[in-house]
């Protein structure tokens, strides 16, 4: 079957809200080694978080299961970036291990047990908040080589600092910009569009929704939200954990697939009570190269509309 040469042509596309621009190139796609690249991890010496090598004194917190074992603990990055007892690059960085099991992926885990380590995201977070000298935080996970993953064992991390990061800084700005202009949250207005459109719809509940964005930087991007409006993960009720629960597996599950790497991250900025909380999930197999470094103005040859079609198939 032949394709329409109107779907093959390229499209400058402008994020909602945010001065960033994004060229669509379906005809892209059509590259040989554009997807399906082999980025899984494979062990090459002793695993430091299985359970048998882990001190139990260097666990800061953890979720049991119904067995009495821990199911999901947060530990210390003993290579941190950041560290409390510097003044120079003042924060925390923690480790968040998954599952105790091995050979798992995030997606292989239970609703259950993906729901745990979303509540170790909320426990973490509530506890950093009480430090006055931490107004980021960020919850982030890399699996695959491509994402800057360097153990294979299913965990995610925790990453706080003093400062907020430029691109959060205009991010709040230009949202508090169109509240102003438009006396509302420019993230419930964004799901509402998307809701509309119907077309980048991938997972949709009464409390949660996820979409391919309209100007996609990366192949089969992702953002989930919950509707209600609210500023950080502590905030979600159970039912909302669930659907984000259910949302997050449904997505990996597919990019696993794909054997894609790819990162996920959730930002809160302590300061800022009227941030509409979201999670945006970026598959990494396509690289940023001269027209993207040298210009800043991304390529993408997978379309979010493509994108949502695969993730609904």
């Not at 002793?46 to 049991?64: A, M, R, S, V």
Request: charge should be positive.
């Amino acid at each position: 079957m032949s394709i329409s040469k109107n779907k093959l042509k390229s499209e400058i596309r402008k994020d909602y809200f945010l001065n960033k621009f994004v060229i669509i190139t379906p005809s892209r796609s059509l590259r040989p080694r554009d997807i399906n690249e082999q980025t899984i991890l494979k062990r090459n010496n002793t695993c430091p978080f299985c359970p048998e090598n882990i001190n139990p004194k260097i666990i800061i917190d953890k979720i049991n299961n119904r067995t009495k074992q821990w199911e999901v603990i947060s530990i210390a990055n003993i290579f941190p970036a950041v560290s409390l007892d510097n003044s120079f690059a003042y924060g925390v960085q923690e480790v968040i291990i998954e599952t105790r099991n091995h050979s798992q992926e995030l997606a292989e885990l239970s609703l259950i047990e993906i729901e745990n380590v979303l509540k170790m995201y909320a426990k973490r977070t509530l506890e950093l908040m009480k430090n006055k000298k931490l107004d980021y935080i960020l919850c982030f996970k890399n699996q695959g080589s491509r994402a800057g993953a360097s153990i294979i064992h299913a965990h995610s991390q925790v990453f706080a600092t003093a400062i907020i990061p430029p691109d959060i800084s205009n991010e709040m700005l230009l949202a508090q910009d169109y509240k102003n202009k438009n006396k509302n949250c420019v993230y419930c207005d964004i799901i509402k569009k998307e809701q509309k459109e119907k077309i980048r719809i991938v997972f949709e509940d009464k409390n949660i929704i996820a979409f391919t964005p309209y100007a996609s930087e990366y192949h089969y991007e992702v953002w989930i939200f919950p509707k209600r409006h609210l500023d950080n993960i502590t905030l979600l009720k159970k039912e909302e954990i669930s659907s984000l629960s259910s949302a997050l597996k449904k997505i990996l599950t597919k990019l696993e697939k794909l054997k894609l790497s790819f990162n996920y991250f959730l930002h809160n900025v302590v300061s800022n009570t009227d941030q509409h909380f979201y999670i945006k999930i970026q598959p990494r197999d396509s690289i940023w190269a001269g027209v993207e470094l040298g210009s800043g103005l991304v390529i993408n040859s997978v379309s979010p509309e493509d994108a949502s079609e695969f993730y609904n198939q």
